[in-house]
């Protein structure tokens, strides 16, 4: 009499299925402190001041502080403020980033009143992004795709002569890195592979 072979398929789509649970796509986190491997120090100025950046250009005019000019944090206690200041001012810091590996960058930024003002991001030098605005908005959420050189430097850049940009929620994760099986997953779908190689050698020695 023939047997049912279901079973051994039954062991292999609940493994894979409990893989696949276990290794989906991570949410969204609102949190810089939550991201997995955030390459940035001091990703929300939770220090209280702007450890583990560099700062140049108008220095005077930088600050990290709660809220300021009725705009709070995006998240946790502290952000960095830039602004009434003549020229541009700067924030930097050198990452331990791989070659040829793809980065994910996220942050927040802010700006308090309307008048004409800008900001540019750049990675070793080269502009990626950058914003000009002639009116005060909330905190926004800004996110580019970057690839790594090793030992990378990402800058910051505000010039604001009559109003201010609040920035906070830094980020940067590398996308390149692949999930490896945890042992028990990985013991469950060979399980669920053996199972479904025994019933097809069954099946063909009955034929």
């Given at each position: 009499?023939?047997?049912?072979?279901?079973?051994?398929?039954?062991?292999?789509?609940?493994?894979?299925?409990?893989?696949?649970?276990?290794?989906?796509?991570?949410s969204a986190a609102g949190d810089c402190g939550t991201v997995t491997e955030n390459l940035i120090t001091n990703c929300g100025f939770e220090t209280g001041d702007f450890t583990g950046w560099t700062?140049?250009?108008t220095t005077a005019m930088m600050a990290v502080n709660g809220s300021?000019?009725?705009?709070?944090?995006?998240?946790?206690?502290?952000?960095?403020?830039?602004?009434?200041?003549?020229?541009?001012?700067?924030?930097?810091?050198?990452?331990?980033?791989?070659?040829d590996h793809l980065y994910q960058?996220?942050?927040?930024?802010?700006?308090?009143?309307?008048?004409?003002?800008?900001?540019?991001?750049?990675?070793?030098?080269d502009a990626m992004g950058f914003g000009l605005n002639t009116s005060g908005f909330g905190y926004t959420t800004y996110t580019y795709t970057l690839t790594g050189l090793g030992a990378d430097?990402?800058?910051?850049?505000?010039?604001?002569?009559?109003t201010t940009y609040m920035l906070d929620n830094v980020s940067l994760a590398d996308t390149s890195v692949v999930d490896v099986p945890e042992p028990a997953s990985a013991v469950l779908l060979l399980t669920g592979l053996t199972?479904?190689?025994?019933?097809?050698r069954k099946r063909k020695a009955r034929s």
């Open positions: 009499m023939k047997r049912n072979t279901q079973p051994g398929l039954l062991s292999l789509f609940c493994a894979a299925a409990l893989w696949a649970a276990a290794h989906g796509p991570a700062r140049s250009g300021a000019y009725n705009i709070a944090p995006s998240q946790g206690a502290y952000q960095a403020t830039f602004g009434r200041m003549q020229g541009t001012g700067t924030i930097s810091q050198t990452l331990p980033t791989l070659a960058l996220s942050f927040d930024i802010a700006e308090a009143d309307n008048f004409f003002s800008g900001w540019d991001i750049k990675w070793n030098g430097i990402l800058t910051f850049d505000f010039q604001a002569l009559r199972g479904l190689a025994v019933a097809a």
